[in-house]
Structures are given as C-alpha cells and as structure tokens.
C-alpha cells in the first residue's frame, strides 16, 4: 500500500510539471501538487532514517570499574556511598588508587561504613613503614565527625587511628571523650589519661579531658 500510494503521487507530480501548465491548474489540484510534494519528502526522510540511522554514544556498561588518579578525589567521588548498603559494591565500581593515599581514603569510607574490620585489613595490607600514612588519611575524614559530635561514629574510628599511631593527641581525646559519652568507662580512662599525659596545654581540651578523669575516680 506504502508503495502504490507513493507511486501514485510521484506520477501525478511527474505529469504535472512535464505539462507545464503550472498557471492553469486550478485550486484543488495545485493542493494535490504540494501535498505531493509533502508526502515525497516525508517519505525520503523516512528512508533516509533506515540508510543512515543516528548513531547513538556507547555509554560505560554498569560493571565497569573506574579508576580516579587521586586519593581525595577519589573520596570525594565515593563519599555518597559510604554506607553500610553501598560501600562494598562501589569499591568494585570505583575502585580507590593504588597508593597509601587511596587505601586511606578507602579505610576512612569503609569507616564510615561501620565496617571497621574491613577499614583495618586495608591498612594492614600496605607495607609496614605506609600504614602510619595511612592513618592520616583515615584521621582527616573522622576528625570533623568527632567534632560533630558523632560520637558513635567516632570513636571506632579514632581507636582505629590509634591502632596505628597510638600517640595522636586529637585522637586520643575524641576516642576517650567519645566512649564517656557512650558509657564506656574503662576505654574512656584508658584513653584520657593518655591524652593528659601527653597534652600539657591549659583549655578546654584538657579541661573536658581532666574533667571526665575525675567524673571516672
């Protein structure tokens, strides 16, 4: 059907013109003529789309892993998926740097995650002399949420910093102030009174910590 209609309105173009008596055709059939007109275009578009179709851009399958160059950028990327439902199948996705920077980064959003194990494999993964390095990184992120007071969330992170660099005045003090606030006593001393030995400065840092201290006598 497609075809004889089409056949149709080219012949009756065809005639048309070869008649050349453009002038003398009357309404009706100068409307036929550019619908003609109109139906052939609309029929050469058509074909054109199934010759030469638009090409669309490849997009990157969802299981790909993409690898960012740099340790903050990288966190700054994977940080809305910091979370305990997230953060596994990310890490495959956007899979951290290959240096000490990014298994911080790494360790720091698995933190986040309450998946504090899995934070601690990845440092302990790096070679002996990175892990303090490591450390760092995995202080800078947990730092702001003790200052939040997030104290749930802070204190496994800041014992974790402490599992590598046991002498961090700051995370002495948010782990010790973290776990009076959550009824942990003896970590709470443990940790404070550390801190006091190694702070000698008079505010209010050690004026919280010796505060507690005498609360814990």
């Not at 209609?5 to 012949?11: D, I, L, N, P, S």
């Not at 050469?44 to 199934?50: N, S």
């Not at 890490?91 to 720091?108: F, Q, W």
């Not at 947990?142 to 997030?150: F, K, L, T």
Request: aromatic share 12%; proline share 5%; hydrophobic share 45%.
């Amino acid at each position: 059907m497609f075809k004889e209609t089409f056949k149709g309105y080219a012949r009756l173009l065809i005639l048309s013109i070869a008649s050349n008596k453009s002038s003398m055709l009357n309404n009706s059939m100068k409307l036929l003529y550019w619908i003609g007109i109109f139906y052939i275009v609309i029929c050469l578009l058509f074909i054109a789309k199934q010759v030469f179709p638009i090409p669309f851009a490849k997009t990157q399958p969802s299981n790909a892993s993409v690898i960012i160059a740099g340790g903050s950028e990288w966190f700054k990327t994977m940080r809305p998926y910091c979370n305990p439902v997230e953060v596994e199948t990310y890490l495959v996705k956007i899979r951290p740097p290959d240096t000490t920077e990014g298994s911080g980064y790494a360790a720091a959003c698995l933190a986040l995650a309450s998946k504090i194990d899995r934070a601690r494999v990845v440092i302990l993964d790096l070679p002996e002399k990175e892990r303090f390095k490591a450390s760092q990184f995995l202080f800078e992120i947990g730092h702001p949420i003790a200052d939040s007071g997030d104290n749930k969330s802070s204190a496994p992170i800041m014992r974790l910093v402490l599992e590598f660099d046991p002498d961090n005045i700051e995370a002495l003090y948010h782990a010790g102030t973290s776990e009076f606030a959550l009824g942990d006593a003896l970590k709470a001393k443990k940790h404070l009174s550390r801190f006091a030995e190694l702070y000698k400065k008079n505010d209010m840092m050690s004026n919280t910590a010796y505060d507690i201290l005498n609360r814990l006598e």
